[in-house]
């Protein structure tokens, strides 16, 4: 087929379509003339096509409640425009041509298509991330945008198992054998569910027990069973797998159980290394060792990055391995006598589980009342310095568990939470914030129910979250009056203008609605759900977030690779054409967000 002309195919994101989606496009796509002043795409309507400008302006703008036009950006050749529009099924703006245009029209159901098609596509415009060009020249490594897409019903399942609770050791035994699977599936007459026996389970029960051979399987059972649906996708096994420190789920379709999958099947789909760190950090018996496993922690995210893995997909599974190697250290320094009395609480982004690189600990304890252990300054000194030696810096603003300001009693806590409903501002709004992003992960969790209760009371004063919400508005978002992205030498600050304003928005209004989730994405979801926000902005929102991670991420990588400490701040300079429109998007978005913060908690700017 002829190529069209003037329609780049070599540069991205169309260097990343394979050779099927390449002949799509070109069978597809269509020229368009565009006289001066035609709209090509009206804001709050979806678009007929994806545009790319061939010669010509065109003008981004919205018109405002007294209809006036505020322009947001401009457009020239190379320039793609409506993509979001095509996605989200509405503009978020208007685009208008300065004078005549010429463009290639790729029709809308061609572009979906072609999304569906090609996951390396589909990631360059959904995460907002210019994915490589050397993806599309590796196509004999497999994807780990295809554990986007494969879902658990695909993966090779192992048909399930099932035998009574009177099953001896040997006949169970002989029946793994004969069925080639490495679990079964016990029913008894005890239990309303059944549970789950592995060939480890036998081997200890025989090995480490001493029990004999004709002894029944029904008291070895694991209850309750770790499941996962067929409709889940394959990376989020792994994920589950990874946190649990299991080999194997069971997978459900409604009621029925469909089968059983284990890491080899889900390894088969993608070779991670994160079962490797698991599995090193597992046999760990020393900060050294600890710290030898975690090491190939941020190879493991530079390699899913570069393979178009999902942001939210990646955020979880290096939250699983952070709590993994946190735990493994709070193993360590803490005696077991005391594990019972104490519960270690991460905060900040990694409360949230969208932490990706290592960042300063954010952490702190809640003890029991009665606790009597004169070691426990020490023992949290020891630990603090270990997760700096792994890797983890110290924090900044010493929200850490070797300062006795974060090791609270339950009744302390609850005391701490009063004041900070009496005092609004200042450091206890910033230790509020934090607190409100906490997450058990190692102890005894059931101490921190009742500090969670008394954070979730906080929901209920006007005033306090008309405070605490203030800060949202506290950083402008980085755009110019014409809607380009504002930058100083350094770039601009993505943390500041983009991700805090989300992350903080959806905390304060979580907390109004009385939404106990952590993540930002849950609570979004929580918060459509109860009609606190639209669809719409409950769709953009967390693209928005993904969009800031991705750019974000792609430059500490940068930043590393070229010896330098990572930070928050991207150069717009640098973003190919694209990304710097999704950028400009996902600032608006954060625009629209503040507005809505602003008027459901009576704030001016």
Same mark, same amino acid.
């Given at each position: 087929?002829?190529?069209?002309?003037?329609?780049?195919?070599?540069?991205?994101?169309?260097?990343?379509?394979?050779?099927?989606?390449?002949?799509?496009?070109?069978?597809?796509?269509?020229?368009?003339?565009?006289?001066?002043?035609?709209?090509?795409?009206?804001?709050?309507?979806?678009?007929?096509?994806?545009?790319?400008?061939?010669?010509?302006?065109?003008?981004?703008?919205?018109?405002?409640?007294?209809?006036?036009?505020?322009?947001?950006?401009?457009?020239?050749?190379?320039?793609?425009?409506?993509?979001?529009?095509?996605?989200?099924?509405?503009?978020?703006?208007?685009?208008?041509?300065?004078?005549?245009?010429?463009?290639?029209?790729?029709?809308?159901?061609?572009?979906?298509?072609?999304?569906?098609?090609?996951?390396?596509?589909?990631?360059?415009?959904?995460?907002?991330?210019?994915?490589?060009?050397?993806?599309?020249?590796?196509?004999? #490594?497999?994807?780990?945008?295809?554990?986007?897409?494969?879902?658990?019903?695909?993966?090779?399942?192992?048909?399930?198992?099932?035998?009574?609770?009177?099953?001896?050791?040997?006949?169970?035994?002989?029946?793994? #054998?004969?069925?080639?699977?490495?679990?079964?599936?016990?029913?008894?007459?005890?239990?309303?569910?059944?549970?789950?026996?592995?060939?480890?389970?036998?081997?200890?029960?025989?090995?480490?027990?001493?029990?004999?051979?004709?002894?029944?399987?029904?008291?070895?059972?694991?209850?309750?069973?770790?499941?996962?649906?067929?409709?889940?996708?394959?990376?989020?096994?792994?994920?589950?797998?990874?946190?649990?420190?299991?080999?194997?789920?069971?997978?459900?379709?409604?009621?029925?159980?469909?089968?059983?999958?284990?890491?080899?099947?889900?390894?088969?789909?993608?070779?991670?290394?994160?079962?490797?760190?698991?599995?090193?950090?597992?046999?760990?018996?020393?900060?050294?060792?600890?710290?030898?496993?975690?090491?190939?922690?941020?190879?493991?995210?530079?390699?899913?990055?570069?393979?178009?893995?999902?942001?939210?997909?990646?955020?979880?599974?290096?939250?699983?391995?952070?709590?993994?190697?946190?735990?493994?250290?709070?193993?360590?320094?803490?005696?077991?006598?005391?594990?019972?009395?104490?519960?270690?609480?991460?905060?900040?982004?990694?409360?949230?589980?969208?932490?990706?690189?290592?960042?300063?600990?954010?952490?702190?304890?809640?003890?029991?009342?009665?606790?009597?252990?004169?070691?426990?300054?020490?023992?949290?000194?020891?630990?603090?310095?270990?997760?700096?030696?792994?890797?983890?810096?110290?924090?900044?603003?010493?929200?850490?568990?070797?300062?006795?300001?974060?090791?609270?009693?339950?009744?302390?806590?609850?005391?701490?939470?009063?004041?900070?409903?009496?005092?609004?501002?200042?450091?206890?709004?910033?230790?509020?914030?934090?607190?409100?992003?906490?997450?058990?992960?190692?102890?005894?969790?059931?101490?921190?129910?009742?500090?969670?209760?008394?954070?979730?009371?906080?929901?209920?004063?006007?005033?306090?979250?008309?405070?605490?919400?203030?800060?949202?508005?506290?950083?402008?978002?980085?755009?110019?009056?014409?809607?380009?992205?504002?930058?100083?030498?350094?770039?601009?600050?993505?943390?500041?203008?983009?991700?805090?304003?989300?992350?903080?928005?959806? #905390?304060?209004?979580?907390?109004?609605?009385?939404?106990?989730?952590?993540?930002?994405?849950?609570?979004?979801?929580?918060?459509?759900?109860?009609?606190?926000?639209?669809?719409?902005?409950?769709?953009?929102?967390?693209?928005?977030?993904?969009?800031?991670?991705?750019?974000?991420?792609?430059?500490?990588?940068?930043?590393?690779?070229?010896?330098?400490?990572?930070?928050?701040?991207?150069?717009?300079?640098?973003?190919?054409?694209?990304?710097?429109?999704?950028?400009?998007?996902?600032?608006?978005?954060?625009?629209?967000?503040?507005?809505?913060?602003?008027?459901?908690?009576?704030?001016?700017?």
């Amino acid at each position: 087929m002829d190529p069209v002309p003037g329609l780049d195919l070599s540069l991205p994101p169309f260097d990343l379509l394979d050779d099927a989606g390449r002949r799509r496009l070109q069978s597809s796509v269509d020229m368009g003339f565009h006289p001066g002043g035609t709209t090509l795409i009206e804001a709050g309507k979806d678009s007929p096509h994806v545009v790319v400008i061939l010669k010509g302006l065109v003008h981004a703008f919205q018109v405002d409640e007294r209809g006036r036009e505020e322009r947001f950006a401009d457009y020239g050749p190379g320039d793609v425009i409506g993509a979001w529009a095509v996605m989200a099924g509405r503009a978020r703006l208007s685009y208008r041509c300065e004078g005549d245009c010429l463009s290639h029209l790729i029709p809308a159901a061609t572009f979906r298509q072609l999304l569906a098609d090609n996951p390396r596509v589909a990631a360059y415009f959904n995460e907002g991330l210019a994915t490589k060009g050397r993806l599309s020249s590796s196509s004999e #490594r497999r994807d780990a945008g295809e554990l986007m897409v494969i879902r658990v019903g695909e993966a090779d399942l192992a048909p399930p198992e099932r035998v009574d609770g009177t099953t001896t050791i040997a006949a169970a035994s002989a029946r793994l #054998r004969e069925r080639r699977v490495d679990c079964l599936l016990v029913y008894d007459r005890a239990h309303d569910d059944p549970g789950i026996v592995t060939r480890t389970d036998l081997l200890d029960a025989l090995t480490r027990e001493r029990l004999p051979l004709d002894a029944p399987i029904g008291p070895l059972a694991t209850r309750p069973l770790a499941t996962i649906g067929t409709g889940e996708v394959l990376f989020q096994a792994l994920i589950d797998m990874t946190e649990r420190q299991i080999e194997r789920v069971v997978v459900t379709e409604g009621s029925r159980v469909a089968g059983t999958l284990g890491m080899a099947e889900v390894l088969a789909h993608f070779a991670s290394h994160s079962h490797l760190i698991s599995l090193r950090l597992a046999r760990a018996r020393d900060v050294d060792a600890i710290a030898e496993a975690a090491s190939g922690m941020t190879r493991l995210v530079r390699s899913l990055s570069t393979h178009g893995a999902r942001i939210p997909y990646m955020s979880e599974l290096v939250s699983a391995l952070n709590n993994l190697v946190m735990r493994r250290v709070f193993d360590l320094m803490v005696p077991v006598e005391f594990r019972d009395r104490i519960c270690l609480l991460v905060m900040g982004s990694e409360g949230r589980r969208e932490q990706l690189l290592k960042t300063d600990q954010d952490n702190a304890l809640v003890l029991a009342d009665d606790l009597d252990w004169p070691g426990l300054a020490e023992a949290m000194d020891r630990f603090s310095a270990a997760l700096a030696r792994i890797g983890y810096p110290p924090c900044p603003g010493r929200v850490m568990v070797d300062n006795p300001h974060w090791r609270m009693s339950a009744t302390q806590w609850r005391d701490r939470i009063g004041r900070w409903k009496r005092v609004h501002g200042g450091q206890g709004a910033l230790d509020l914030s934090i607190a409100l992003d906490a997450r058990p992960i190692a102890g005894n969790a059931a101490l921190f129910a009742p500090v969670k209760g008394a954070l979730m009371s906080l929901g209920d004063d006007a005033i306090l979250l008309h405070h605490l919400a203030a800060a949202t508005l506290e950083f402008d978002t980085p755009l110019t009056f014409f809607g380009r992205v504002r930058a100083g030498g350094a770039g601009a600050d993505i943390k500041k203008g983009g991700i805090f304003p989300v992350v903080h928005g959806l #905390r304060c209004l979580a907390l109004a609605r009385g939404i106990t989730a952590t993540g930002s994405r849950e609570r979004c979801a929580a918060l459509v759900e109860c009609g606190e926000l639209s669809p719409g902005l409950g769709r953009d929102l967390p693209q928005a977030l993904n969009v800031f991670q991705h750019m974000r991420l792609d430059a500490q990588l940068a930043a590393l690779d070229a010896g330098e400490t990572p930070g928050n701040h991207i150069d717009p300079s640098r973003l190919r054409r694209l990304d710097r429109e999704l950028m400009r998007d996902a600032l608006h978005v954060v625009k629209d967000f503040r507005g809505h913060i602003r008027q459901s908690f009576h704030l001016r700017d």
